[in-house]
Structures are given as C-alpha cells and as structure tokens.
C-alpha cells in the first residue's frame, strides 16, 4: 500500500479557490491512478476527482466538474486538486486515495489506500 498525506485545506469564503495537495510514500507512484474523495457531516465518503498513471486522462463527479481540477506530478509523487469557485456544499474532509489496479484508467471506486483527510470549510 501507499502512505498518502493531504495538505492544504482550510476557511475560504464562497467563491474562492483552495488547493489541495497529496505526497504519496511509494517509489511506485506512477502505477497506481489516483483520487479525490470527500466526506460531509453526517453523509458518506463520495467521489470527487480521478486522474490516470499517465496523468492524461481525468474524471470529475457532476458537482465539481468545471471548478475542479486534479493533477499529477509523478517526478514528485504528488497529486495535486485545485477548487475554485468553492461554495458551502463544498464543505467536506477531502481525502486522497491510491488504486492500484491497472484495469480501469480512473476508477471512481476500488481504492485501498487512503490519507487522513483533510478540512476544507466554505463559508458562506
């Protein structure tokens, strides 16, 4: 498995932008697709973003789509979510996870590698 440490959350006002970033333990990085989950009060863990090994290809859930934008670096083992346009339904612990299956090329499920999350708080 991969040791995953997100950073970045924080307060923002509606409308404004955070980035979060994830720095992942394996010499590996770049065989695992990687992702963006988030998690409300009282509501489950649901996905957010995916990006391939590659970093080619992306997926984003219908409620970030446009204002969210993941990104790789595998030199660095880094992934990276830039959110802009952040409103108060944003309001969630991201985490970021590692899938290791090279079966699909950004898997919205299937993850078994997850950080400690991260608050990110969207007043309004």
């Known amino acids: 498995q991969v040791q995953l440490v997100e950073s970045g959350g924080g307060l923002v006002q509606a409308g404004g932008s955070l980035r979060l970033s994830c720095a992942a333990s394996a010499r590996t990085f770049s065989t695992y697709a990687m992702g963006w989950f988030r998690q409300a009060p009282g509501t489950g863990r649901v996905f957010v973003a995916a990006?391939?090994?590659?970093?080619?290809?992306?997926s984003y859930a219908d409620s970030v789509k446009d204002r969210f934008t993941i990104s790789r670096d595998n030199a660095k083992n880094t992934v990276d979510l830039q959110m802009n346009s952040l409103k108060p339904e944003d309001t969630a612990v991201y985490y970021c996870a590692a899938n290791p299956s090279p079966m699909v090329a950004v898997p919205t499920t299937g993850y078994n590698s997850w950080g400690q999350g991260t608050q990110v708080t969207v007043s309004s």
């Open positions: 990006i391939s090994r590659s970093g080619r290809f992306t």
